[in-house]
């Protein structure tokens, strides 16, 4: 029903935390904004090919890779910003280690 925007004000109550999907709109980025009295709201943008550089050991490399930038908002009178930075760094670091081939 969310989809097709027909949720009910009662299904939408007493969360903790959302994750919302920019990307699936094309959009690269955004400001996601915190839905009282939840916690906190990650948005993960478009999944896109980009150049980076890479420190290798014989030097620094430009090389492209795919690309999607995350943004955590919080409310700061639970989460302080060290403790979000921890958290989005730490998604950020299983995403990028993510393999499809591991056993479960």
Known sequence: RGRIGKLKPD????GTFTLTNVGSVGSMMGTPI??????????????????????????????IRHMMFMSLSYDH????????????????NLLEAFDLNREV
């Open 77 to 92: 009178r639970i989460v302080d910003g060290a403790l979000g930075g921890s958290f989005l760094k730490e998604v950020a």
């Open 11 to 14: 299904e939408t109550q007493n």
């Open 34 to 63: 915190i839905n009282q009295p939840q916690v906190a709201i990650l948005a993960t943008g478009i999944i896109k090919k980009k150049p980076v550089v890479l420190e290798t050991p014989t030097g620094d490399v430009i090389a």
